[in-house]
T-cell receptor, first 112, second 118 residues
Framework: DAGVTQSPTHLIKTRGQQVTLRCSPK?????VSWYQQALGQGPQFIFQ???????QRGNFPDRFSGHQFPNYSSELNVNALLLGDSALYLC???????????FGSGTQLSVL | AQKITQTQPGMFVQEKEAVTLDCTYD???????LFWYKQPSSGEMIFLIYQGSYDEQNATEGRYSLNFQKARKSANLVISASQLGDSAMYFCAMREPYSSNSGYALNFGKGTSLLVTP
């Protein structure tokens, strides 16, 4: 049973570029959340998708957008990258109505 | 405002000893959930234990137990019989009640780095 998978594992971009990160949830899960974890900090909630719609959003600018597909997989897009966007981006999946979140290993994004 | 506070940036414990990682939280809601996650160097956040605010018994999962003191708003993680593989970052998190604008996010603390020594 595959857990949450994220791709790519590492990414290097330059300021102003755009990036797309991908996430496949754990089998049977229908809800996907994205978190940003800066170095030395706890993860910060970006948004959550359920039934292909953004259900809740954290304190992140509109440069951060996402999508959920009919197969429940999800993408996180970040436009006009800033140096401060360098972080580990974690995807988490869950089954609606349950408490436990399963996280992937993340995508390490470096913005130069 | 910080909703989850972990005051121990780093902790050491000897193998086979027990260790307590502190977590205090801030909420005005009566219904909420508390979580502990482990993050090894690989980056993946691994779920350890969950405590609902209305649960009367402290949660336990194998060697992990959660010392829940509601009046003090604390949710400390106790790891018994530490193993070398327990060395990792540990994060406390809280989920507040579902509403039209919140409740689906976990609010994480800054974490505690645990090092288990032989």
């Amino acid at each position: 049973d595959a857990g949450v998978t994220q791709s790519p594992t590492h990414l290097i971009k330059t300021r102003g570029q755009q990036v797309t990160l991908r996430c496949s949830p754990k089998s049977g899960h229908d809800t996907v959340s994205w978190y940003q974890q800066a170095l030395g900090q706890g993860p910060q909630f970006i948004f959550q998708y359920y039934e292909e719609e953004e259900r809740q959003r954290g304190n992140f600018p509109d440069r951060f957008s996402g999508h959920q597909f009919p197969n429940y997989s999800s993408e996180l897009n970040v436009n006009a990258l800033l140096l401060g966007d360098s972080a580990l981006y974690l995807c988490a999946s869950s089954l609606e109505g349950t408490e436990k979140l399963f996280f992937g290993s993340g995508t390490q994004l470096s913005v130069l | 405002a910080q909703k989850i506070t972990q005051t121990q940036p780093g902790m050491f414990v000897q193998e086979k000893e027990a260790v307590t990682l502190d977590c205090t939280y801030d909420t005005s809601d009566q219904s909420y959930g508390l979580f502990w996650y482990k993050q090894p160097s690989s980056g993946e956040m691994i779920f350890l234990i969950y405590q609902g605010s209305y649960d009367e018994q402290n949660a336990t999962e194998g060697r992990y137990s959660l010392n829940f003191q509601k009046a003090r708003k604390s949710a400390n993680l106790v790891i018994s019989a530490s193993q070398l593989g327990d060395s990792a970052m540990y994060f406390c998190a809280m989920r507040e009640p579902y509403s039209s604008n919140s409740g689906y996010a976990l609010n994480f603390g800054k974490g505690t780095s645990l090092l288990v020594t032989p």
